[in-house]
């Protein structure tokens, strides 16, 4: 009897997807995937450019060798290139102290980092002319004495544009850091290497992917900035006016063709910046 006994081994059914959801389910997922990418991401995209270019590549050329266009555009650039420093000092400093050290506040101090995402950039800017106005401002009576501007001035924009773009780098850091753990420190701490010498032989060499990945989306926020430099700057043209702020203006005076077409230098600043991304993606997924 022993030898009739059959044994059956259980087959889990043979399926294409996650979930048995019927057909119709998936169908109607995709479909609405694919309303939601043409209508908020690739129409506005087609529209830009179209806007753009509509009137001829001579008059989108124009637009851009406007002076007041060109000023806005080395503005932004000066804008990105100080305070994405800033950003990559704060971000390796914090994400060095939160996943290397253990002390009191740490779980204060991770809530915290999370705060320009939370308020919004108007509210911070505002903030900032509550402290560092030359007439009203907290600090105004120290800024008169050594002669410092920094309210409707570069100095004020880039502290807004560190403070919007403040969390970007750490954020992108620590995952990576807490990922890769502290044995190889340990090790090379015990071989003899300095604090110093373990963090740029060892430490930061294995993060580099996440590094490259939060400078990139730093200085894409960065550059794209708008509500708390607006409240910051003044938005006065030529002087104070980064690229979204005179697009906003030269669309308030209807002048659509340049504001489209500054406009598309964003889109293409911002696509570049996706093509950076995944570069960065594909060449840490490869070394893996």
Not at 22 to 30: E, M
Not at 70 to 95: E, K, M, Y
Not at 165 to 183: D, H, K, S, V, Y
Request: aromatic content about 16%; hydrophobic content about 55%; glycine content about 6%.
């Amino acid at each position: 009897m022993e030898g009739n006994t059959r044994f059956r081994i259980f087959r889990p059914p043979k399926t294409n997807s996650a979930t048995n959801e019927p057909i119709y389910i998936r169908f109607l997922l995709i479909l609405i995937m694919f309303i939601f990418f043409i209508l908020f991401l690739l129409m506005p995209l087609i529209t830009v450019f179209y806007e753009a270019f509509k009137h001829g590549f001579s008059m989108y050329l124009n637009a851009l060798k406007d002076p007041f266009a060109c000023d806005a555009i080395i503005l932004t650039l000066s804008i990105a290139s100080i305070s994405v420093p800033l950003n990559l000092i704060f971000g390796l400093a914090t994400a060095w102290l939160i996943t290397k050290f253990d002390f009191y506040g740490k779980s204060l101090l991770v809530t915290f980092l999370d705060l320009p995402f939370a308020v919004s950039p108007v509210i911070a800017g505002l903030l900032f002319v509550l402290l560092f106005s030359p007439t009203h401002g907290w600090f105004s009576d120290i800024l008169r004495f050594f002669d410092i501007r920094l309210i409707f001035a570069l100095p004020g924009m880039v502290i807004a544009t560190t403070f919007v773009t403040l969390p970007f780098i750490a954020r992108e850091l620590i995952p990576a850091m807490q990922a890769r753990g502290n044995q190889e420190e340990y090790a090379a701490i015990t071989l003899g290497a300095s604090g110093w010498k373990t963090f740029f032989n060892v430490t930061l060499p294995n993060v580099k992917g996440a590094l490259f990945y939060g400078i990139v989306l730093c200085n894409a926020r960065a550059m794209g900035e708008f509500g708390a430099v607006s409240v910051v700057s003044g938005n006065i043209k030529g002087k104070t006016s980064t690229i979204p702020l005179y697009i906003e203006t030269l669309y308030m005076e209807y002048k659509t063709q340049a504001a489209f077409a500054l406009s598309s230098l964003l889109t293409l600043l911002a696509l570049f910046t996706l093509f950076i991304k995944k570069c960065i993606e594909f060449s840490y997924k490869k070394r893996i």
